[in-house]
């Protein structure tokens, strides 16, 4: 096996686990919500050990695409693409993090999330698991298009997280308990 076969094996085996850490990012956040929505505090507990198997990636991915720079000196779109990596990661390590606090406040809530808030969580969520699907793509296949399209995806997600943080404050103003 040449060298560079070598090479492109180790930049494969690191795409396939990001698509691996985008995959249970993604399930972690469709397990969390369902913990919320449905008090299925299984669920949650769930969610929140799978965050061991998303760190584990996340220090694998580090150690692999640090080692290629360092014994293989890329350049040109393999750098690109293994700098874009240790920005990837970080960034799907926040995505499982965050679907383990949904998970917590799931078993906190205990079933008891106020059903007009129900379709924002949903849209939010969805919303989400667009952006992430289409930041994978665009980590694998640099679109400008698709660039924009998820930076305007996040503006309506923050706006979705705004409005939705409000009425929960509102919920919790006219009723403390």
Do not use: W
């Not at 795409?15 to 505090?41: D, K, P």
């Not at 969580?121 to 952006?131: F, P």
């Amino acid at each position: 096996m040449s060298l560079r076969q070598q090479y492109d094996e180790r930049l494969e085996l690191i795409r396939s686990q990001i698509i691996q850490m985008s995959t249970l990012a993604t399930e972690m956040i469709e397990e969390a919500m369902a913990a919320v929505l449905e008090g299925n505090t299984d669920a949650a507990e769930a969610v929140i050990h799978r965050d061991d198997v998303v760190d584990a990636l996340e220090e694998t991915v580090i150690r692999e695409t640090v080692l290629l720079v360092m014994q293989e000196s890329p350049v040109a779109s393999d750098l690109r693409i293994l700098t874009s990596t240790l920005g990837v990661i970080g960034e799907l390590e926040k995505v499982a993090d965050d679907a383990v606090k949904l998970a917590r406040r799931a078993k906190k809530l205990g079933g008891e999330f106020p059903d007009e808030l129900r379709p924002a969580l949903e849209d939010i969520s969805t919303n989400c698991k667009r952006s992430l699907a289409g930041a994978i793509r665009l980590y694998t296949n640099y679109d400008s298009g698709l660039a924009q399209e998820i930076i305007t995806l996040d503006e309506k997600i923050d706006l979705q997280y705004a409005v939705a943080r409000k009425r929960i404050v509102e919920i919790i103003q006219e009723d403390p308990s």
